[in-house]
C-alpha cells in the first residue's frame, strides 16, 4: 500500500512545482486589450455637428463578402492588418428598389505593439489624410469624411466621421 502514497507524492510535488516556475507573462490574462477595430458614425453632410443614422444600412467587407453591420451607429469595423487598407461597401436599402451602394476604401498605416510575452502583439492604426477613398460613381450617397482620432487604439471612441 505504500506505492499508491509515493505515487500521489510525485504528482502532487511535480504539479506544484510546474505552478511555482509559471511568471506573470506565461498567461494571457483574459480582459487584456488587443487590436481595436475602427469605430465610425454617419453625421449630417449640411450640419456636420449633427449625428445622421442612415436608413437601412447593412455594411459588408469587401474582401470576404460577408455582412459585418446591420443596425444602428456607432459601428466597430476590423481593419486587415496584412494590408495598409480595408475595402467595405456601404449599402443604403438592401434588397430594395432605391438599393444604394458605395464602395469604400479606409487607408491607415499600422504599427504592432508589443503586449508581452504571453498576448505578443496588437496592431494600432494611423489614419491620415487620405484615410477615405470613396468609389466615383454616379450617385454616391457618402458625401465625405472627418477624422475624428487620428490614432485607433481603443473602441471606445468614434475615430471617423462619414457624412451623408
Not at 115 to 125: E, F, L, M, P
Not at 134 to 155: A, H, L
Request: hydrophobic share 35%; net charge negative.
Amino acid at each position: 500500500m505504500k506505492a499508491p502514497k509515493d505515487f500521489l507524492f510525485v504528482v502532487a510535488s511535480c504539479c506544484l512545482l510546474l505552478f511555482y516556475n509559471c511568471e506573470k507573462d506565461d498567461i494571457c490574462v483574459e480582459g487584456t486589450p488587443g487590436t481595436p477595430r475602427l469605430v465610425i458614425d454617419f453625421y449630417d453632410f449640411e450640419n456636420p455637428e449633427t449625428v445622421k443614422a442612415p436608413s437601412n444600412l447593412t455594411i459588408s467587407a469587401v474582401a470576404t463578402n460577408t455582412s459585418i453591420i446591420a443596425g444602428g451607429g456607432p459601428y466597430t469595423l476590423p481593419l486587415r492588418n496584412d494590408q495598409e487598407f480595408t475595402q467595405f461597401r456601404f449599402t443604403l436599402n438592401l434588397g430594395q428598389e432605391n438599393e444604394n451602394h458605395d464602395l469604400v476604401q479606409i487607408n491607415y498605416r499600422r504599427e504592432d505593439l508589443y503586449i508581452n510575452r504571453a498576448c505578443g502583439y496588437k496592431a494600432q492604426y494611423l489614419l491620415g489624410t487620405d484615410a477615405v477613398v470613396n468609389s466615383q460613381d454616379t450617385d454616391n450617397w457618402i458625401k465625405g469624411y472627418s477624422i475624428i482620432e487620428t490614432t485607433v487604439q481603443d473602441e471606445t471612441v468614434v475615430h471617423l466621421a462619414l457624412l451623408h
